[in-house]
């Protein structure tokens, strides 16, 4: 990687971390990274190489990794969550901000599926799907991105609920197999094709509805 030139100016923040032993890069085709040192400006990583290579004057902060592995954020892609960092299934306040400790720093949304008294008609778990979306899009538990807004979906939904869905900005289908709408394997190909029916997501439900009807 190319060193950073930021000798005229000072950034707001300079955050250099060196004496790393092991830097994953999250590319399987190149999993490990032939550096020991990684400067972020902003928040934005800048530079990855070997120190001797990189501009880490004038940080702001330089953590020592004293040899640790460094690695991108893990993504937890089935995750239930219900409203922030709360479930009442398990009475759990704080679950995704322990998460963030562990490493996991997005996560999907299986569907908001242990919301009490989830409303399962298809007015309300549209509207529960879009509230979904938008209060997790605004509200980072820890600082964890949650994908979420994610629809059980119920018998008698329709093309046009989709093409809403997707138009509001919800782009996943919850838990296949928790709603009444996958009785007796039903849901068409895309369902029948997975590893687990109950773990299908995510994709477009604009596109994915069409398949369902013509393969139902
Ligand atoms: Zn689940």
Not at 43 to 68: F, L, P, R, Y
Request: a negative charge; aromatic letters at 4%; one cysteine or more.
């Amino acid at each position: 990687m190319t060193p950073d030139s930021e000798a005229t100016s000072s950034p707001v923040n300079k955050l250099v971390v060196r004496n790393i032993g092991l830097l994953l890069s999250g590319d399987l085709d190149h999993p490990i990274l032939d550096a020991d040192t990684i400067v972020a400006i902003n928040g934005v990583i800048q530079s990855v190489g070997k120190e001797k290579d990189i501009d880490t004057t004038n940080a702001t902060t330089t953590i020592d990794a004293k040899g640790t592995a460094l690695a991108p954020g893990l993504i937890d892609s089935h995750v239930h969550p219900v409203c922030g960092d709360w479930t009442p299934r398990q009475n759990q306040l704080g679950w995704i901000d322990s998460c963030l400790h562990g490493g996991v720093t997005t996560m999907v949304s299986a569907g908001e599926v242990h919301t009490p008294g989830r409303p399962k008609d298809i007015v309300g778990l549209k509207a529960m799907a879009v509230t979904a979306q938008r209060a997790f899009h605004a509200f980072r538990p820890g600082g964890v991105k949650v994908y979420a807004g994610a629809p059980v979906l119920e018998q008698g939904m329709v093309e046009d609920d989709f093409k809403e869905l997707a138009a509001a900005g919800v782009k996943f289908l919850g838990e296949v197999g928790l709603g009444s709408g996958t009785p007796h394997g039903r849901m068409g190909p895309q369902v029948r094709d997975s590893k687990h029916d109950s773990h299908w997501r995510p994709i477009d439900p604009g596109v994915e509805s069409d398949r369902q009807r013509h393969g139902a």
